[in-house]
């Protein structure tokens, strides 16, 4: 079973900017429509954005416009820049696939500050 680890999380003001990483333990982005999901404290866990197997890539309305997802097949890596953060893009970030179908990981915690 693949395992995906996420990092690049921390507190930044409102208006800048991070970049998350997601890593598999083997080659699987090739094979997978891959997504980043949110959960906020209280809330239910969303999709914010996803690439398919083409590259072709969808984003929540929330987010569309500031916040872009990339991935490197060759390094096994997933990203997604944030930019132009907002208090209400505080939460816990996860990479899955587009279903939800590998077990999810601790995930990486942003938090914006107004």
Known sequence: QVQLVESGGGLVQAGGSLRLSCVASRSFFSWNIMGWYRQAPGKQRELVAHITMGGSTDYADSVKGRFTISRDNAKNTMYLQMNSLKP???????????????????????????
């Open 88 to 114: 209400e893009d505080t939460a816990v970030y996860y990479c899955n696939t587009r279903v939800g179908n590998v077990p999810w990981g601790q995930g990486t915690q942003v938090t914006v500050s107004s």
